[in-house]
């Protein structure tokens, strides 16, 4: 059961949203990281080709994993059905909103 869960990731990579699916998401070894591995995307001998995800494809072509910074981790979704991986542009007024994620917690002060 556990090699056919699929996860939907959407992370925000060089000002721009992406939108991929992978079988494995786990925390990495590196601190702050979430690893990626085992892309899924769309068939090969399909007739209609999504340049998008064409794209995505030549671009994780040949990546064993991939480490995403957490802070850029939008969101990571448990889907039954594989979608069409996508990368959207980030919307002008949300793009400076944005906040970094806190990597260590304050100090305590007495």
Excluded at 39 to 61: H, Q
Aim: charged share 30%; net charge neutral.
């Amino acid at each position: 059961m556990a090699d056919k869960q699929i996860y939907r990731i959407t992370f925000i990579n060089q000002n721009q949203v992406y939108e991929m699916y992978a079988k494995r998401v786990f925390q990495g070894e590196l601190y702050g990281f979430v690893v990626l591995e085992d892309f899924i995307f769309g068939e090969n001998s399909s007739i209609v080709v999504d340049p998008t995800e064409e794209k995505l494809k030549l671009e994780f072509a040949g990546v064993k994993r991939s480490f995403v910074p957490m802070h850029e981790i939008v969101r990571i979704d448990q889907v039954e059905v594989r979608g069409c991986a996508k990368i959207l542009p980030i919307n002008k007024e949300t793009a400076g909103t944005r906040k970094p994620l806190a990597s260590y917690p304050p100090e305590k002060t007495e």
